[in-house]
């Protein structure tokens, strides 16, 4: 949720959301690709394993002034299932994109994402994989979308690229029609 007047790293990465909510300091060039502004309205945000210490004080800030539905990676790990439900019963009718980011995983159960600092908290791989279940199997939807990951992280661990693949696998499978 940064935008290139919220922070001096220029990773475009993380200011894809901002952009598509149209956030203070956007930039026009990014933003009006998008299509109308905003692209997207608070309610039709729910994110579930936010770390909140890794977030700058700008993007905490956004978060709560648009009321923003978060659950935090704790949550998140604790009771994927009911984290999952709680934020599909929060999003409006219409289509359901859900997109994973690996950062959120913990790194020494699924070392995939570009994060490299080894953190061992947040949901597990399973964890994760219940939670996107349940939004898969919603009748709204319709995309799932992978950001961050890094195959060349789980060189220690042979497994982690197949496992994180069978994940998407099931979940997909879990979508209606």
Same mark, same amino acid.
């Given at each position: &949720?940064?935008?290139?007047?919220?922070?001096?790293?220029?990773?475009? #990465?993380? &200011?894809?959301?901002?952009?598509?909510?149209?956030?203070?300091?956007?930039? #026009?060039?990014? %933003?009006?690709?998008?299509?109308?502004?905003?692209?997207?309205?608070?309610?039709?945000?729910?994110?579930?394993? =936010?770390?909140?210490?890794?977030? %700058?004080?700008?993007?905490?800030?956004?978060?709560?002034?648009?009321?923003?539905?978060?659950?935090?990676?704790?949550?998140?790990?604790?009771?994927?299932?009911?984290?999952?439900?709680?934020?599909?019963?929060?999003?409006?009718?219409?289509?359901?994109?859900?997109?994973?980011?690996?950062?959120?995983?913990?790194?020494?159960?699924?070392?995939?994402?570009?994060?490299?600092?080894?953190?061992?908290?947040?949901? %597990?791989?399973?964890?994760?994989?219940?939670?996107?279940?349940?939004?898969?199997? #919603?009748?709204?939807?319709?995309?799932?979308?992978?950001?961050?990951?890094?195959?060349?992280?789980?060189?220690?661990?042979?497994?982690?690229?197949?496992?994180?693949?069978? %994940? =998407?696998?099931?979940? &997909?499978?879990?979508?209606?029609?």
């Amino acid at each position: &949720m940064n935008t290139p007047e919220s922070t001096t790293d220029g990773a475009l #990465d993380w &200011m894809g959301m901002a952009h598509a909510l149209d956030l203070p300091g956007c930039l #026009d060039v990014l %933003t009006d690709v998008l299509g109308p502004r905003p692209l997207l309205e608070p309610r039709q945000v729910a994110w579930l394993g =936010v770390e909140d210490s890794p977030a %700058t004080e700008w993007e905490r800030q956004q978060a709560r002034r648009l009321g923003l539905h978060v659950t935090s990676s704790d949550d998140l790990a604790f009771d994927p299932i009911k984290s999952a439900v709680e934020s599909l019963r929060y999003l409006p009718r219409g289509p359901l994109a859900v997109h994973i980011d690996v950062d959120v995983l913990d790194f020494i159960d699924s070392p995939l994402a570009e994060n490299t600092d080894g953190r061992n908290a947040g949901p %597990t791989l399973d964890q994760v994989a219940n939670a996107l279940e349940v939004a898969a199997r #919603d009748e709204r939807f319709r995309a799932l979308s992978i950001g961050e990951l890094n195959p060349t992280r789980s060189a220690g661990d042979p497994d982690a690229i197949p496992r994180f693949i069978a %994940t =998407v696998a099931r979940t &997909m499978a879990c979508a209606p029609g």
